[in-house]
């Protein structure tokens, strides 16, 4: 896939990322990533040619 020979990240670890309803912190230290690596996948900026095919994030709705 895309860009995967310069990442820490694979495709798998990214797609638990994707899923996972833990805070960004704690997925940052178990990957030893920035928890801006996590909030940029969360939002699609980051392996989003792979994020869009892997459905809802595992994140809760906001209440407004």
């Known amino acids: 896939m895309r860009g995967e020979r310069k990442t820490k990240l694979t495709e798998v670890q ?3 990322i994707w899923r ?4 960004g912190a704690a ?3 178990r990957y030893d990533v920035s928890a801006m690596t996590i ?3 969360r939002r ?3 392996w989003g040619s792979l994020t869009a095919t892997l ?3 595992g994140l809760p709705m ?3």
């Open 39 to 41: 909030s940029n996948i």
């Open 20 to 23: 996972s309803a833990d805070t």
């Open 27 to 29: 997925l940052a230290a």
């Open 14 to 16: 990214v797609a638990e």
């Open 44 to 46: 699609g900026k980051l």
């Open 62 to 64: 906001r209440q407004s």
């Open 55 to 57: 459905g809802a994030t």
